[in-house]
Structure formats: structure tokens, C-alpha cells
């Protein structure tokens, strides 16, 4: 999510931060806290942009890692609270 567009293809270097720890220092050891992705679809939101990405530059295991953490992060999101 951001509050601007970017465009399709662009290509974003980006550091992950989840908010916790915990799960930062999981991306770390598996060397997926920072990424390149470009930029696949946008769609508006209310105020804010959605985007969807494909990783850049990661090896095909290391990109079925970065889906599972981040559906596993998704999932346990309401528990961190």
C-alpha cells in the first residue's frame, strides 16, 4: 500500500519491516529483508494504492520463502496484538 502509484514495471528496491522483532529477525536469517520487485498491477483503494509485485533478482526458493512468511505474518497479524 502506498498513497501514490507507481508505474507498471517499475522497478522498486525495498526493505521489509513487520513491525515485530521477532519476525524481522526471521527475514534477516533468510536474507528476504531487503528485495528489487517490479511493479505488476495497481489498484486504487479509498486514499492509498495497492500493488501487486514479482521479486526481482531472488531465486525461485527463496521467493516461495518470502510467500509463505508473509502469509504465515498475515495469518498471526491479530495475535501479535
Same mark, same amino acid.
Given at each position: 500500500?502506498?498513497?501514490?502509484?507507481?508505474?507498471?514495471? %517499475?522497478?522498486?528496491?525495498?526493505?521489509?519491516?513487520?513491525?515485530?522483532?521477532?519476525?524481522?529477525?526471521?527475514?534477516?536469517?533468510?536474507?528476504? %529483508?531487503?528485495?528489487?520487485?517490479?511493479?505488476?498491477?495497481? %489498484?486504487?483503494?479509498?486514499?492509498?494504492?495497492?500493488?501487486?509485485?514479482?521479486?526481482?533478482?531472488?531465486?525461485?526458493?527463496?521467493?516461495?520463502?518470502?510467500?509463505?512468511?508473509?502469509?504465515?505474518?498475515?495469518?498471526?497479524?491479530?495475535?501479535?496484538?
Amino acid at each position: 500500500e502506498f498513497k501514490h502509484a507507481f508505474a507498471r514495471s %517499475e522497478i522498486l528496491d525495498l526493505t521489509i519491516s513487520t513491525g515485530r522483532g521477532d519476525w524481522n529477525k526471521i527475514l534477516e536469517l533468510k536474507h528476504l %529483508e531487503k528485495v528489487s520487485c517490479e511493479i505488476r498491477w495497481i %489498484e486504487a483503494v479509498g486514499d492509498l494504492h495497492w500493488h501487486g509485485v514479482s521479486f526481482v533478482g531472488v531465486p525461485s526458493e527463496q521467493t516461495r520463502a518470502m510467500s509463505e512468511l508473509l502469509v504465515q505474518f498475515s495469518n498471526n497479524a491479530d495475535n501479535s496484538i
